[in-house]
Structures are given as structure tokens and as C-alpha cells.
């Protein structure tokens, strides 16, 4: 009997949690496995906005997919450029796969609501190789302002775009950085601006008011100005533009950070799935509607918070979820056993970081502040490696400075 051929597309946090759990629950005899990844590692997407200030090292951030997947799974390191629902097709660069049941995991890209000079100008926290390119440019632009004869102020100006979690973790990185840049090249730190610009009425929109004062009267203390209710409308070569009541501004600037929020991968929206910006909105057992051999899952997946009536933001903690329901669920269809298990986010809480040694969270549904909010988000940090890779993984790529 020919087995059926299970295809993951993707290795972040919902594609690896559901192929380390399904190589478990299906046996060799029941099913091939095939993972598609671009990269031969797995990165952390939530660490990013580490690597991308230059706080934490980029191989700090990722490891070897083979290091958690069984050796019985068929890793194919390839970039996925399209989806044929129709064909059970996957087209690769370079070559194609067939597939008896899906599970798309690919992540999201930023949203850039169409701003003329996003794409060309501003960097974006999306990946390793864009984390290394942020965190070299803000260094370039220290060294190369130390050579210039006629100094240009403007260079050392680094705007963030958007003050949501993103936005938020990455301010209070660089607020940490910036004072060791200007050690290492010799520059008053006053010279040196970060602003942050978001169009919201407020940072952290919808979070607990008395969290967000406090995020913002941390990051405002290191030096970070904001500039709320205001947004971003154009990004060029030297800087961005921006309007607030309708007054426009150009703000010159060195180093334009894209933060202002994500949509699903542009694989979806192509393959022809109904979709709100790349995220499908999923039945509850996590298949694409129609399609009854296609699970998505993570930032490409839309489901609805019933008590509000709006979708969960995509997280990694619903990714990581999901991938638990969508392993069981596949087992159960290759099992011919029918029962299928419907999605139910259990949102544990949120904590921001605000640096190495500071953050602000609701766990529980109690808030957090400060070492203790901070100790809680390396706790997290560590939960996730722990969840794909064991313990092993823990120690070698965990966080254990507490304190
Ligand atoms: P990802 O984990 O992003 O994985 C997608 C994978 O697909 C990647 O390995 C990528 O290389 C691969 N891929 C993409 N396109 C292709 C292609 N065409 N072909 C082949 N492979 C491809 N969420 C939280 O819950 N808590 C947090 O603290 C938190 N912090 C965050 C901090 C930052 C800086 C950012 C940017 C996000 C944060 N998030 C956090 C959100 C969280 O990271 C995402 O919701 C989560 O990563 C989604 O998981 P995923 O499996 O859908 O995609
Ligand atoms: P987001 O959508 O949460 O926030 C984007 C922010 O940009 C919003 O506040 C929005 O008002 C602002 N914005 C949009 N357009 C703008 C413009 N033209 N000018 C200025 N500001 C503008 O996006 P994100 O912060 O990238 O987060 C993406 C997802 O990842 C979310 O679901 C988030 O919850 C999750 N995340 C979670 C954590 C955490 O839990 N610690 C950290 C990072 C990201």
C-alpha cells in the first residue's frame, strides 16, 4: 500500500513543533515525512530584534534543523515559490514535490501598506540574514560618521517605524547599544537620536495602559523620543516623512527600521486560498476551507478571538499551539481514525522585553514589570527551544542570565 506523503513547508516554530510531533505519533510504515525550509537552521523569530540591534549574536539565535527533526524526515532545504492546491503540487526553485497532505507554516513578510519607499529604504526585523544586514548598517553608520570631514548629524538618527511589540522589544535593545557604539567609535552620545514613530494614539495599542506608561517611560529615560498619533507616509534615501493632523514633517535619518506590523507569506496569498492579507481563516481542526488535505497554520492562519469578535494577533505561542493540534490532527487522518481536534488558543499572557534587563508583561493575568517581568521572558524564550529541541537545546542555546 502506497503511504501518504506528508509535506511541511516551513521550520519555525509551527512547522518544527508539528513535524517533531508527528514523527512520534505516525509510525515509518504510516507515512513519509518531507520538511521544507529555506535555510538548513531553524531561526527564532521572537530573538530577532536582538540580533538585529547587535545584543545577542545571530548564531545565538538559530541551530541545525537536522539537530531536532528524526532522521527518518526527508529535509529538503529549498525555497518554496508556489503552492498548486489543485495538483497536491509544490514548486520549489529547484524542482517540485507532490503531497497527500499539506501543512503550510511559512511565517509572515512585512506589511507595508503600499508606502512609496518601504521596500527600497527601510530595513525590516524579518530574518537572520536582515538581522546581520540592520545591526551592520547602524554600525556603519558610526564608523563612517567618525571619517567624514563635513560630519552629517543626520546619519546617527535611527528612526523605528511603528511602536507595537516589535517595534518595542527592538527600541529597548538599541537604547542598550547605542551607549556601547559610541564608546567603541568615539561619539557623544548626544549626537545620537532614536525616535520612534507610531500612527496609533498610543504605543502598544490595545496592551494595559499602566504596562505601556511604563514601557515608554523606560525607553523615553534612555533616550528614545516618540511621536505618537503620528505616521509614517513615505520612506526616502535620506530619511522618512511623516504627518500628524495633516502637518507633514521629513525627518532625516541614517537607519529607517520597518516595524509597523506583518502580513501572511505571499506563497498563500498566490495559491489561490481565501485570504485577508496572506492568513487564511482556518476551520476549527486548522484545514484551509476546501481543502480538506491542507492545514495552515501560525502567521499564514487566521482564527477568531469569539469574545471579541477580532483575530488573535499571530504569535508564537499560537504557532506553537497550533502545531501540537495540527500533528494530532494529521495522525488521526493518516490513521484513518476521523476524529479531528477542533483549535483553541490557551494564551498564557504577554511580556515585551525592553532590553536585557527589563520588560513588562501580563502572565496569568497578573502584570509584571522590571527583573521579574524580564526573568519570565527568558523563562519564555527558553520554553520554546525546550518544546522542539529537549533540554540538549536549553543548554545550548538558553538564556541564563537572570539577573
Ligand atoms: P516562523 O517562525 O517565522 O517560521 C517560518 C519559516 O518559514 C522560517 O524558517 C522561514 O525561513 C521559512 N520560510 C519562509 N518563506 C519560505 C519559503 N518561501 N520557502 C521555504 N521556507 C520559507 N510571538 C510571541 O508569541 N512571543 C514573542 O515574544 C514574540 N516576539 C517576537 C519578536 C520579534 C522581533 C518578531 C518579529 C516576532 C515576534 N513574535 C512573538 C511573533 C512570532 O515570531 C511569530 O508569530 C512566529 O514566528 C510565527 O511562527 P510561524 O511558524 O508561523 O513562522
Ligand atoms: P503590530 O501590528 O503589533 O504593530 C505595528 C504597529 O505599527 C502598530 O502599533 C501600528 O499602529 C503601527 N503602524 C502601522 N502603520 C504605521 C505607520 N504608517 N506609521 C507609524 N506607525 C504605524 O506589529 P508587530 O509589532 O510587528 O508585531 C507582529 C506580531 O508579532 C503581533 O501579533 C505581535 O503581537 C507579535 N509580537 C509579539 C511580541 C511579544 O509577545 N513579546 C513581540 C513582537 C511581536
Same mark, same amino acid.
Given at each position: 500500500m502506497n503511504k501518504p506523503k506528508v509535506v511541511v513547508l516551513g521550520a519555525g516554530y509551527g512547522g518544527l513543533?508539528?513535524?517533531?510531533?508527528?514523527?512520534?505519533?505516525?509510525?515509518? +510504515? *504510516? =507515512?513519509?515525512i518531507t520538511l521544507v525550509n529555506k535555510n538548513d537552521y531553524h531561526y527564532e523569530t521572537t530573538w530577532l530584534h536582538e540580533a538585529s540591534a547587535g545584543t545577542l549574536h545571530h548564531d545565538k539565535c538559530r541551530y541545525q534543523i537536522k539537530d531536532v527533526i528524526s532522521s527518518r524526515v526527508n529535509f529538503v532545504q529549498d525555497t518554496v515559490t508556489s503552492i498548486k492546491p489543485e495538483e497536491k503540487k509544490i514548486v520549489l526553485e529547484k524542482g517540485e514535490l507532490d503531497y497527500d497532505y499539506l501543512v503550510v507554516s511559512l511565517g509572515s513578510q512585512p506589511e507595508t501598506f503600499g508606502i512609496q519607499g518601504l521596500k527600497e529604504y =527601510? %530595513?525590516?526585523?524579518? +530574518?537572520? +540574514?536582515? &538581522?546581520? #544586514?540592520?545591526?551592520?548598517?547602524?554600525?556603519? #553608520? %558610526? $564608523?563612517?560618521?567618525?571619517?567624514?570631514?563635513?560630519? #552629517?548629524?543626520d546619519r546617527l538618527t535611527i528612526v523605528v517605524g511603528g511602536a507595537g511589540f516589535t517595534g518595542i522589544e527592538f527600541l529597548g535593545e538599541?537604547? +542598550?547599544?547605542?551607549?556601547?557604539?559610541?564608546?567603541?567609535? @568615539?561619539? @557623544?552620545?548626544?549626537?545620537?537620536?532614536?525616535?520612534?514613530? *507610531? $500612527? $496609533?494614539p498610543t504605543a502598544l495599542p490595545g496592551f494595559d495602559a499602566e504596562l505601556v506608561e511604563y514601557a515608554v517611560s523606560h525607553l523615553e529615560r534612555k533616550g528614545v523620543e516618540f511621536k505618537i498619533g503620528t505616521a509614517i507616509k513615505e520612506c526616502t534615501e535620506d530619511g522618512i516623512v511623516v504627518a500628524k493632523d495633516d502637518v507633514m514633517e521629513e525627518i532625516? &535619518?541614517?537607519?529607517v527600521v520597518w516595524a509597523a506590523g506583518v502580513r501572511g507569506n505571499s506563497v498563500v496569498e498566490e495559491a489561490g486560498f481565501e485570504n485577508m492579507r496572506g492568513r487564511v481563516k482556518v476551520n476549527p481542526d486548522l484545514r484551509a476551507p476546501g481543502h480538506n488535505e491542507v492545514f495552515i497554520i501560525g502567521d499564514c492562519s487566521l482564527i477568531i478571538n469569539e469574545e471579541i469578535n477580532r483575530p488573535y494577533p499571530p504569535t508564537a505561542q499560537i504557532a506553537m499551539q497550533q502545531g501540537e493540534t495540527c500533528a494530532k490532527n494529521l495522525a488521526s487522518l493518516i490513521k484513518g481514525q476521523g476524529e479531528m481536534e477542533g483549535f483553541k488558543p490557551d494564551i498564557k499572557g504577554t511580556? =515585551?522585553?525592553?532590553?536585557? @534587563? @527589563? =520588560?513588562?508583561g501580563t502572565v496569568f493575568g497578573k502584570k509584571l514589570v522590571g527583573t521579574k517581568a524580564s526573568f519570565m521572558k527568558k523563562m519564555i524564550d527558553n520554553r520554546a527551544l525546550f518544546m522542539v529541541g529537549g533540554p540538549g537545546m536549553v543548554m545550548k542555546k538558553g538564556k541564563f542570565k537572570f539577573f
Open positions: 513543533i508539528t513535524v517533531t510531533r508527528l514523527q512520534k505519533l505516525v509510525g515509518v +510504515n *504510516e =507515512a513519509d =527601510a %530595513f525590516g526585523i524579518t +530574518n537572520i +540574514n536582515a &538581522a546581520r #544586514q540592520l545591526r551592520e548598517h547602524i554600525e556603519l #553608520q %558610526f $564608523a563612517t560618521y567618525q571619517t567624514e570631514e563635513n560630519k #552629517q548629524d538599541l537604547s +542598550n547599544r547605542v551607549p556601547k557604539l559610541c564608546r567603541e567609535y @568615539d561619539i @557623544d552620545p548626544k549626537k545620537v537620536r532614536i525616535i520612534c514613530v *507610531e $500612527a $496609533a532625516k &535619518a541614517g537607519t511580556v =515585551a522585553s525592553l532590553g536585557e @534587563d @527589563d =520588560a513588562v
